[in-house]
């Protein structure tokens, strides 16, 4: 089964792209601020809409390591109102 087949707990989702690029970026010299805090643990998505987002969220970090020269780059993961943010 692929990720878009079934739906997928959006929190173990994210932390899984965080657990594999979280040493790409701290070798690049760049800490990473990881906030989940207002993602329900629970969140339910169908895979077809996780992965597009997972997919930004990858692209977004592996610019910020190629291209930003910063020292720090922030992920914030919430659900408000219905959406996603």
Known sequence: MTLTE???NLAVTAGDLRFRMEPRLRAAGL???WDMAALPDDLQIPGSTALP???VLQESLTNA???SGAQ?????LAA???ALV
Not at 72 to 76: C, F, G, H, N
């Open 6 to 8: 079934a739906d997928v």
């Open 31 to 33: 800490k990473l601020r």
């Open 53 to 55: 987002v997972l997919r």
């Open 65 to 67: 390591v190629k291209h």
């Open 72 to 76: 720090q780059v922030q992920v914030r």
């Open 80 to 82: 408000e109102g219905g």
